[in-house]
């Protein structure tokens, strides 16, 4: 089964983490990463890094980011060069409900990752307009 790997500032990725397990139940193949005040981007590429030693398998793993260019987003991207990783910045819930239900099917790394990316973006919604648009 494809790995899901959370990696944020500060306890984002633990909070997305626990609202998601509401959702979906306790998961084996979901991973948080969090870069504290004191870590450097050498101290997060190593976390990132021994993380997926003990968990990588041929299936491969995603990895959700908060932020393009913040410290969690920079230090995952050597690991695409030693690891089969995909790498999504922007992590939502829907995102994160999106990696754990299709994970378990999904087949490649990449298809899985092109099926998140959709989903979380087609998530990002104007309630207003909607709501207004169906009203007329």
Same mark, same amino acid.
């Given at each position: @089964?494809?790995?899901?790997?959370?990696? =944020?500032?500060?306890?984002?990725?633990?909070?997305?983490?626990?609202?998601?397990?509401?959702?979906?139940?306790?998961?084996?193949?979901?991973?948080?990463?969090?870069?504290?005040?004191?870590?450097?981007?050498?101290? @997060?590429?190593?976390?990132?890094?021994?993380?997926?030693?003990?968990?990588?398998?041929?299936?491969?793993?995603?990895? +959700?980011?908060?932020?393009?260019?913040?410290?969690?987003?920079?230090?995952?991207?050597?690991?695409?060069?030693?690891?089969?990783?995909?790498?999504?910045?922007?992590?939502?819930?829907?995102?994160?409900?999106?990696?754990?239900?299709?994970?378990?099917?999904?087949? =490649?790394?990449?298809?899985?990752?092109?099926?998140?990316?959709?989903?979380?973006?087609?998530?990002?919604?104007?309630?207003?307009? @909607?709501? +207004?648009?169906?009203?007329?």
């Amino acid at each position: @089964m494809i790995k899901i790997v959370i990696s =944020t500032h500060g306890k984002l990725a633990q909070e997305l983490v626990s609202s998601a397990e509401v959702v979906a139940g306790k998961q084996s193949n979901l991973y948080v990463i969090k870069k504290s005040d004191n870590d450097s981007l050498a101290q @997060m590429q190593n976390k990132i890094n021994n993380l997926l030693k003990n968990i990588n398998d041929e299936d491969g793993t995603l990895i +959700l980011t908060d932020i393009i260019g913040g410290s969690p987003c920079n230090a995952s991207t050597p690991a695409c060069k030693s690891f089969n990783t995909e790498i999504l910045s922007g992590v939502n819930l829907p995102m994160v409900l999106s990696a754990i239900f299709l994970s378990k099917n999904t087949k =490649t790394v990449s298809d899985l990752a092109e099926k998140v990316l959709f989903d979380g973006q087609k998530s990002i919604i104007n309630v207003k307009k @909607m709501l +207004l648009n169906k009203i007329k």
